[in-house]
């Protein structure tokens, strides 16, 4: 559709018809207008899975892993397919836009929403981010590049001013972004924060450079409630406020440009620039159909599958790996996450999977009729109770494996009443008069003795075991952060002591206040083992067995959106664990099930260590096939590893008085470690594989022009027994720069595939802009010309070849 049709509707509407679609018409959905046969756009968010409008455990949603994971590929190839399962998920859930990729970088170890980004380099979100949009939009549905910008931190996060300048800006931030709109992303996303003291939504940021500099002709959305006045954000070029109705815009806006406060050509934009979504997503004029599947596929699976292994990151191998499942007996499956991994991370990204296929099942599967698996937990993670599930409870009315979800009014009486399956409600139905949300099960004691209960809301809540009240009060909400107040409240807990196997029930209720949400999370958890009985149970699993496999992680605690971790470590009794049990068997594989880096203080002493991420909902199938060699891991780091907390170079998420300053400037991740000249565990880029390589001769031009790109060609051969991945990672510094020039930076890179003993040759793109920087000065890209160092190597902290190219200006003609 043209700009000229588009014009055509515009002058259809009124002011406030055009000002009523620049606000949600609900949570989710756009406003619609018949005078031009608009309808509403649907919105879910992303990136791990497409939930769609309702939080509701019966209508689940396939699940990815983790963009952490996905950045780990080094594959836009096979990113692309992923985007466009998104796309496939969005269609059969009616859904018209994605509100995913996330851009925001992994500028210190504990950000606590790693798992929701893809690394700490610009110039590998950008291509990863890019490929995820094209694969997204190729199948017709919008993908949203977000959070727009410098929302690298929980901390604070809906009010956090952080201060950086303009080339750290241009360079490090915005450039995912910019990576982005050269995709052609139908929308960005404003986030909560402010940089240098004007809130995201009111920045001029938007318009310049997003809007002006990189053409971006797409629709620029809040994040849901970021938006808090009405004049600034209409004037600084954010276009659709959400959610809906009644946000700040609608009467506020109406009036802001009746008394000249608001030009009304700004306003036409905005709504020229939703219409043009709207033609975008076939949302103008008659509905068309969409092919939507009927549910997740074969294909789906094998997808999922493959990407937890091409994801997986073999940090370290002492030859253990892969294992001969011919030359086993016993193998023993220990830690609590074999049973019950993590497999997405914590917030409003969060999905109801359609089936997890665990570590532990995965590994079973594989090795039926060749060995025998033994399970040992471990010790417990020391973390609060887990809402109840169907495996653990029933409705006491029905009996169904699940919960009695009532609604009362204000007398107590019965409003409605459903069988739900999940003790973790976050939107329970709506009915008028409802007072209180009340939920109840038969729990089956399988243990006797200290149980610990809890319920999670905000306002009056209580919880009772049998008709004996174990918690009853108020509970007010005091944030303002609506992952809190909508996905994650505080859990309040209770204990009581057990003394009979007969089924216990528990009923809890929360009153409903406005503005506190309608989240009702019920938890129970059996009394724990003592750790060292636990402990010394799985050091006997380990020494009976031929091979140990270890999965440890973090929790749903320590990773999540709304809050930053307060340290690197694993948690609970894992380290020690691992310690114990690679002791005890030196043929041990330790699986890192986590989002973001966290302290391996025991890598040296485990046979193999292997990083999964967050890896979704096939996670033990694409486990298994790694773990005995039907795949290659895959990954590559993302993100540099610090062997503790302590040697991080730029570790700094906490506000000072509401002010972050991002004193680093261009040196975060491996920039910072090389700048510090300090060692890391692991590098960005690290990754061992299943065979060996050796590198030859290296190509690149001995001297191109300002503003060119060029080509860096290796050569390298396969020297193992069997095929296998590389990724070829190509470098720059300028040790002379008149600018100030981190000490090496990421440029491009390559993945080849060789069978054992074959040849073959890397090509690495390297784009004019992997030269430029930004001059605050003139207020544009330079290049400077010059000698620069062009290295390739394995990781950022293994170079293997280096050599010089020479930049030079155009000739004058």
């Not at 893809?118 to 997204?136: K, M, N, V, Y």
Request: glycine content about 10%; overall charge negative.
């Amino acid at each position: 559709m043209t700009d000229d049709v588009i014009d055509l509707m515009l002058d259809k509407l009124d002011l406030t018809q055009k000002v009523r679609l620049l606000s949600g018409a609900t949570t989710w959905r756009t406003a619609g207008e018949p005078a031009v046969e608009l309808r509403q756009m649907v919105m879910s968010d992303g990136p791990a899975g497409v939930r769609g409008e309702a939080w509701d455990e019966r209508r689940t949603s396939v699940l990815l892993p983790s963009a952490s994971a996905i950045g780990a590929l080094w594959d836009e190839e096979l990113t692309a397919r992923l985007g466009g399962l998104l796309a496939s998920e969005a269609a059969r859930k009616g859904v018209d836009i994605v509100l995913a990729p996330t851009l925001n970088l992994h500028r210190t170890p504990l950000g606590g929403r790693h798992f929701e980004c893809f690394s700490e380099d610009p110039e590998l979100t950008g291509r990863t981010g890019a490929a995820l949009i094209r694969g997204i939009q190729e199948a017709g549905t919008a993908a949203t590049a977000k959070h727009y910008v410098a929302n690298d931190s929980e901390s604070e996060r809906m009010h956090v001013d952080v201060r950086v300048s303009e080339r750290v800006l241009r360079e490090v931030y915005l450039a995912p972004f910019e990576a982005a709109v050269d995709a052609g992303v139908w929308l960005v996303m404003a986030g909560y924060n402010s940089v240098n003291g004007t809130t995201m939504t009111a920045s001029a940021l938007l318009a310049e450079p997003l809007k002006s500099d990189w053409g971006f002709d797409g629709v620029v959305v809040s994040d849901w409630g970021a938006l808090r006045s009405a004049t600034a954000p209409a004037l600084a070029a954010l276009d659709l406020a959400m959610p809906g109705p009644q946000g700040p815009w609608e009467a506020e806006l109406v009036r802001a440009v009746q008394d000249g406060l608001v030009p009304a050509e700004a306003v036409d934009d905005k709504v020229r620039r939703l219409l043009r979504l709207a033609a975008r997503l076939h949302a103008l004029g008659p509905r068309r159909p969409r092919r939507t599947p009927a549910s997740p596929s074969r294909d789906t699976r094998e997808l999922l599958r493959r990407t937890v292994a091409a994801g997986s990151v073999l940090l370290s191998n002492r030859g253990v790996l892969p294992l001969d499942r011919a030359a086993l007996s016993t193998v023993a499956v220990i830690g609590v996450h074999a049973a019950t991994p993590r497999v997405q991370g914590g917030g409003s990204a969060g999905v109801f999977d359609s089936g997890t296929v665990t570590p532990l099942t995965g590994i079973r599967a594989r090795l039926r009729g060749h060995a025998r698996v033994v399970h040992v937990p471990g010790p417990s993670l020391g973390v609060p109770p887990a809402p109840l599930d169907p495996d653990r409870c029933s409705n006491p009315r029905s009996g169904q494996p699940g919960v009695l979800l009532r609604l009362l009014d204000a007398a107590g009486q019965e409003l409605l009443a459903e069988h739900r399956l999940s003790g973790r409600q976050l939107e329970p139905p709506v009915v008028p008069g409802a007072r209180t949300v009340e939920i109840s099960a038969l729990i089956r004691a399988d243990t006797t003795g200290e149980w610990t209960f809890g319920v999670a809301g905000f306002g009056r809540m209580s919880l009772s075991i049998d008709d004996l009240t174990v918690l009853d009060g108020e509970f007010p909400c005091t944030t303002d952060d609506p992952a809190v107040v909508h996905v994650t409240p505080p859990l309040h807990t209770a204990r009581a002591t057990i003394r009979t196997h007969r089924p216990i029930r528990l009923v809890a209720r929360r009153e409903l206040v406005p503005d506190t949400g309608r989240a009702v999370i019920v938890a129970a958890a059996p009394p724990q083992r003592e750790a060292a009985a636990a402990l010394a149970e799985a050091v006997e699993a380990a020494r009976s067995a031929d091979a140990v496999i270890v999965v440890v992680g973090t929790t749903e605690h320590t990773e999540t959106e709304g809050r930053d971790r307060a340290d690197l470590r694993l948690g609970g009794h894992q380290d020690a664990l691992v310690h114990a049990v690679a002791a005890a068997n030196p043929r041990t594989v330790a699986v890192v099930n986590s989002g973001g880096p966290v302290e391996l203080p025991w890598r040296d002493e485990a046979g193999a260590v292997l990083l999964t991420w967050f890896p979704g909902q096939e996670a033990g199938s694409g486990l298994a096939d790694v773990l005995f060699g039907l795949a290659e891991p895959g990954g590559r780091l993302p993100t540099t590893w610090a062997a503790r907390l302590a040697d991080a170079p730029v570790t700094r998420s906490q506000p000072a008085g509401g002010r972050l300053d991002y004193e680093e400037g261009l040196h975060i991740g491996y920039r910072a470690w090389a700048r510090a000249e300090r060692e890391p565990a692991y590098w960005f880029g690290h990754g061992e594989g299943y065979t060996t390589w050796e590198y030859g001769a290296v190509r690149v031009p001995p001297q191109v022009t300002r503003g060119s790109a060029f080509t860096v060609g290796v050569q390298l051969r396969n020297t193992g027994a069997r095929a296998g991945r590389e990724v070829v990672q190509v470098y720059l510094a300028r040790p002379d720069s008149a600018v100030e020039r981190p000490a090496l930076w990421f440029a491009g890179y390559a993945a080849v595939h060789a069978e054992a003993g074959e040849a073959t040759t890397a090509v690495v793109d390297v784009p004019a802009r992997a030269l430029r920087h930004w001059s605050e000065e003139a207020g544009t890209w330079r290049t400077e010309p010059g000698t620069y160092r062009v290295m390739v190597g394995r990781s950022a902290g293994r170079i293997l070849w280096h050599g010089e190219l020479e930049v030079r200006e155009p000739s004058a003609r």
